[in-house]
């Protein structure tokens, strides 16, 4: 599965952006996905992830009720809504795709990446 992270960009405090992940390949459906980040100096953090349907989310303590994570199987992507950004939201975004079950926070279990998309949050 290769994996393609686009939407990024500048955004002022407050703002939205909506990050797409676009996988390539037929068996997107089998994977679980989830968002990290990595802003300078730090290590690389969970955002959140989804379920094989969908169905099922989960999201960090620090962006939950302001991101909201969605995936179309049909259309091999997964989206990232961001709302109310925060100057602390600041951080490359990275995609990931994981074939097995449980460790969703942890970016080890994860079988592929995408190549990040930068997100920016002014004050």
């Known amino acids: 599965v290769q994996l393609q992270a686009s939407g990024g960009g500048l955004v002022q405090a407050g703002g939205s952006l909506r990050l797409s992940c676009a996988a390539s390949g037929r068996t997107f459906s089998s994977y679980r996905m989830g968002w990290f980040r990595q802003a300078p100096g730090k290590e690389r953090e969970f955002v959140g992830a989804?379920?094989?349907?969908?169905?099922?989310?989960d999201y960090a303590d620090s962006v939950k009720g302001r991101f909201t994570i969605s995936r179309d199987n049909a259309k091999n992507t997964v989206y990232l809504q961001t709302n109310s950004l925060k100057p602390e939201d600041t951080a490359v975004y990275y995609c990931?795709?994981?074939?097995?079950?449980?460790?969703?926070?942890?970016?080890?279990?994860?079988?592929?990446w995408g190549q990040g998309t930068q997100v920016t949050v002014s004050s």
């Open positions: 990931a795709a994981k074939a097995g079950v449980g460790g969703y926070y942890d970016s080890t279990r994860y079988d592929y």
């Open positions: 989804i379920s094989l349907s969908g169905s099922t989310t």
